[in-house]
């Protein structure tokens, strides 16, 4: 916590939130904003929200940027060469990600101190791609006539990203972003914007030029301004599936770009022949990780009739045995839920569990030893239909439905079987027969025998999960507009 609280008084002796053609600047009004510790329910840090009189001095700072400054006049490969430097100097400031990470929303110290590796991982992989990317390809046509066929910036770019993973899921849009030449505006989620700035620190330090890159912490309202602005190019967002169809259709009305990367209620699919000791070392870090705020978390467990109880009492035995506390505590497997609102939803949807018939096997309150924080129990329900409410819809908290199937034709029906189609996994004594089975499922992402995922490989949802994909070449195509050029 010392890093983060040294970091805070940083930020409280500079006076100001907003980042803003290159210059930390003064909001105009604005309402008051706080940092909350989840943990203990302390106030770390209050700020002015950005108003929407901000936002247009930030479309126009990136616009000018885009159109005139400096950086349309580098070449892909100095753009890369800053995007690299930005790498360095976030990867120097790990330990201060990870405990922005813990300290804002929760997230255990041993996870955030590993998974925070992906900030600046992603500015060093877009860096280098933008330094080897084929900008401009020529194709020779069947009838000898020349096409040069050249990736163009998308433009501005709106970044609006939630409180869940708040560094990395700005790493993504910013890195692929800033890589194919875009200028951004980006809206972190009020209740965690500690970590843009440590971003907009480091954008200053490198000599990022002004306007290119903007930050601008804020709730919805403010959000709703940016994604409307008709100087906004393409909207990025990551948030929940509700706000996603919104922005959609805002973005519709004036054919903006926008990628989309929303909720999602992913299967593990346990086969016949799994190997439960092996199926666990995913499935129990996974099913729940950040007490279940993750928007690939496999929160619906498809185990065979046959072997139902056996997969049940051998995953309960796991978690039952999770340590849930301090989120700064080394050994701390699940923290607290981010925020007030948050443990409200959770226990509104294991109240439903209970209400439509679920059998509520372990869990399903708050812990007894711990008397402040956003505290739920590790909870599981059994017997779960798919068509309950727990199964259909995003909890996002530490709540897992296990569904028993009869075989296989049931077993993929039932995974796809949701609106959603983001994330899943399929267990497998086979693995290749495990590969059959995951290509019959409707979803982004899908791992046999664990739960994987690399910023090298893209990511992104089916069906409600959103559109478009992040990581790695698709991440970059993704901001980048196609312009055929005939050689007469
Ligand atoms: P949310 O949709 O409420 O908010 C996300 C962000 O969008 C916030 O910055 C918020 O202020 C802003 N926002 C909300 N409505 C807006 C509007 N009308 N116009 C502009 N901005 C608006 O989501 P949340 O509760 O912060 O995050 C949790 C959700 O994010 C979950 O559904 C989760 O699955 C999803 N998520 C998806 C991914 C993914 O990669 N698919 C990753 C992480 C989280």
Redesign the pocket.
């Known amino acids: 916590m010392e890093l983060l609280k040294t970091e805070i008084e940083t930020i409280k002796s500079r006076g100001t939130s907003l980042f803003l053609d290159g210059k930390w600047t003064q909001p105009e009004g604005g309402a008051d904003l706080q940092v909350v510790n989840p943990h203990n329910e302390e106030v770390l840090l209050t700020y002015k929200e950005a108003t929407p009189a901000d936002i247009e001095k930030a479309v126009t700072a990136a616009r000018k940027a885009f159109e005139t400054g400096p950086w349309p006049k580098m070449t892909p490969a100095e753009r890369g060469d800053l995007l690299i430097k930005m790498g360095d100097e976030l990867e120097r400031r790990l330990p201060l990600l990870g405990e922005a990470w813990t300290g804002q929303m929760g997230c255990p110290i041993f996870l955030s101190s590993k998974a925070s590796a992906e900030v600046p991982e992603l500015f060093h992989y877009y860096g280098k791609m933008a330094k080897e990317f084929d900008f401009v390809e020529t194709r020779i046509l069947s009838n000898g006539m020349e096409a040069r066929i050249a990736r163009e910036p998308a433009g501005v770019v709106a970044a ?6 708040p560094a990395v ?1 700005l790493a993504y849009k910013i890195a692929a972003g800033l890589a194919a030449g875009c200028t951004i505006v980006a ?4 209740e965690t914007p500690v970590d843009a700035w440590i971003m907009a620190e480091v954008a200053e330090m490198v000599g990022l030029p002004a306007g290119v890159l903007n930050i601008l912490p ?3 309202e403010t ?2 301004y ?2 409307r602005h008709p100087q906004i190019d393409k909207v990025a ?8 169809k ?2 959609a259709k ?1 973005c519709m009305d004036r054919l903006a770009r926008v990628s989309l ?4 209620k992913s299967a593990a699919i346990v086969l016949e022949d799994a190997d439960i000791g092996q199926a666990l070392q995913s499935l129990v870090p996974y099913s729940m990780p950040i007490t279940g ?4 978390s496999l929160t619906r467990v498809l185990v065979p009739e046959s072997r139902k109880d056996e997969v049940l009492d051998a995953y309960t035995g796991v978690i039952g045995k999770l340590n849930v506390g301090d989120p700064f505590e080394e050994t701390t497997h699940m923290g607290p839920l981010s925020m007030q609102r948050q443990r409200d939803r959770v226990e509104g949807y294991i109240k439903k569990g209970r209400d439509e018939g679920a059998r509520l096997v372990m869990g399903g309150g708050r812990p007894k030893n711990l008397n402040s924080g956003f505290y739920v129990e590790p909870t599981v329900f059994a017997d779960v239909d798919n068509s309950m409410t727990i199964a259909q819809e ?1 909890i ?1 908290g530490p709540v897992v439905s296990f569904i028993p199937y009869k075989d296989e034709d049931e077993a993929v029906r039932i995974a796809n079987d949701t609106t959603y189609g ?1 994330n899943g996994a399929v267990y497998a004594g086979d693995k290749e027969h495990g590969y059959d089975v995951a290509r019959r499922i409707r979803t982004g992402n899908i791992t046999v025998n664990g739960l994987l995922k690399s910023i090298e490989a893209p ?3 089916f069906k409600q ?2 559109m478009g994909r ?1 990581g790695g070449p698709e991440g970059l195509m993704s901001y980048l507009e196609t312009k055929t050029i005939y050689m007469g």
């Open positions: 609006v990203t939630p409180w869940n993973a899921l809206k972190p989620s009020p804020a709730g919805r959000g709703d940016l994604i967002f990551t948030g929940s599936t509700a706000a996603g919104h922005i805002t990367e929303l909720g999602g705020q993750v928007c690939f995003e996002f983001l990511f992104g949802g999960s959103g992040e």
